[in-house]
């Protein structure tokens, strides 16, 4: 088992929310970043949270914006455990489910899709069926907006959390995408789309978030 659910584990439910959340604070103002993202998303809007992991942000995120609803998923057995009670009746969890999974299910087409922190944990070779994920989507729902956030490689700070997704979290195939290389892949694949980064970088570097659209 990794280090970060072992911790966890001896920490109990509620000590171990709060050392997530002071854990967390050293790589992201998860404040910065709901501020960042909420005026890409319009008004009543469908949210698809894809790997939401604790869900944690959306606390942020529903905070400014209770006028969303959100399916958040995420391939481990868990998700959105950090959701707090006020926001529950917002929220539909979908725990040991893929993107892929979401679409094969009659569910409804999300306005809206939100991958933050995934994709340096999708190895580069598998990341082409990730967007071609993203392309089915937005073919169904043609004004689909695509929002991802991630870390900028080439800081202490984004070694540092590359170090702790490797010892901590476990993940033994951790591999950072700078900026432009998230663009040209993203481009390459969806073929002509509108891309908007926001200031994210400016106030929280290394984290950066940018929204894609036709």
Same mark, same amino acid.
């Given at each position: ?5 072992? +911790?966890?584990? *001896?920490?109990?439910?509620? #000590? !171990?929310?709060?050392?997530? /959340? ?5 790589? =992201?103002? %998860? ?59 917002? +929220?539909?969890? *979908?725990?040991?489910?893929? #993107? !892929?999974?979401?679409?094969? /299910? ?5 306005? =809206?899709? %939100? ?13 082409p069926s990730l967007i071609h994920c993203l392309a089915t989507l937005l073919d169904r ?24 997704d490797y010892y901590i979290t476990g993940d033994k195939n951790v591999s950072p995408i ?5 663009? !040209? ?28 659209h036709r």
């Amino acid at each position: 088992m990794a280090l970060g659910p072992t +911790v966890r584990h *001896l920490l109990g439910p509620r #000590l !171990a929310y709060i050392a997530s /959340r002071r854990y967390r604070a050293i790589f =992201v103002d %998860l404040d910065a970043l709901a501020n960042a993202i909420a005026p890409w998303i319009p008004s009543n809007a469908h949210l698809l949270d894809v790997g939401g992991g604790d869900g944690d942000a959306l606390n942020y995120l529903l905070a400014q914006r209770p006028d969303l609803t959100v399916t958040t998923l995420d391939t481990a057995p868990v998700v959105g455990q950090y959701i707090a009670t006020h926001f529950e009746a917002q +929220v539909i969890r *979908l725990p040991k489910t893929t #993107l !892929a999974d979401y679409l094969r /299910r009659d569910l409804p087409d999300p306005n =809206v899709v %939100l991958l933050s922190d995934v994709m340096h944990h999708v190895r580069p070779a598998e990341r082409p069926s990730l967007i071609h994920c993203l392309a089915t989507l937005l073919d169904r729902a043609p004004n689909l907006k695509i929002i991802i956030k991630d870390i900028e490689p080439g800081t202490w700070r984004a070694s540092l959390a590359r170090w702790t997704d490797y010892y901590i979290t476990g993940d033994k195939n951790v591999s950072p995408i700078a900026r432009n290389e998230l663009v !040209a892949l993203i481009s390459g694949q969806l073929g002509p789309i509108r891309c908007e980064e926001s200031d994210l970088y400016r106030i929280d570097s290394p984290n950066y978030a940018i929204a894609f659209h036709r």
